[in-house]
């Protein structure tokens, strides 16, 4: 079992910047990727970034790329999401992911995930 806590989501202006944080711990010795997903409301949940946990390579949509960076702490077991120049379209609850050993998807994709957080609360104000 893989627990994830995630914080730092919040209010935030049109334009202003926030910071994501999901730790991760429990079986955390074979994590192969992390992601970040996120649901608006009414809207099916959509991959935001994602990152492979040994060799750092990182994947990104098209609608944060420029704008959002994904990084990760090995020691920590914690991977954080970067969020500037937020866009109101940018709110929604973000969830972080977690995938114990080999993927069965690409980690754009949300079967490519076994764990999955809370989800944190972001809103952009326009």
């Known amino acids: 079992q893989v627990q994830l806590v995630e914080s730092g989501g919040g209010l935030v202006q049109a334009g202003g910047s926030l910071r994501l944080s999901c730790a991760a711990s429990g079986r955390t010795f074979n994590t192969y990727h992390m992601g970040w997903f996120r649901q608006a409301p009414g809207k099916e949940r959509e991959f935001v970034a994602a990152?492979?946990?040994?060799?750092?390579?990182?994947l990104y949509a098209d609608s944060v790329k420029g704008r959002f960076t994904i990084s990760r702490d090995n020691a920590k077991n914690t991977v954080y999401l970067q969020m500037n120049s937020l866009k109101p379209e940018d709110t929604a609850v973000y969830y972080c992911?977690?995938?114990?050993?080999?993927?069965?998807?690409?980690?754009?994709?949300?079967?490519?995930?076994?764990?999955w957080g809370q989800g944190t609360q972001v809103t952009v104000s326009s």
């Open positions: 990152i492979r946990w040994s060799a750092g390579s990182t």
């Open positions: 992911a977690h995938r114990s050993g080999t993927p069965i998807a690409t980690m754009s994709k949300s079967q490519a995930y076994d764990y």
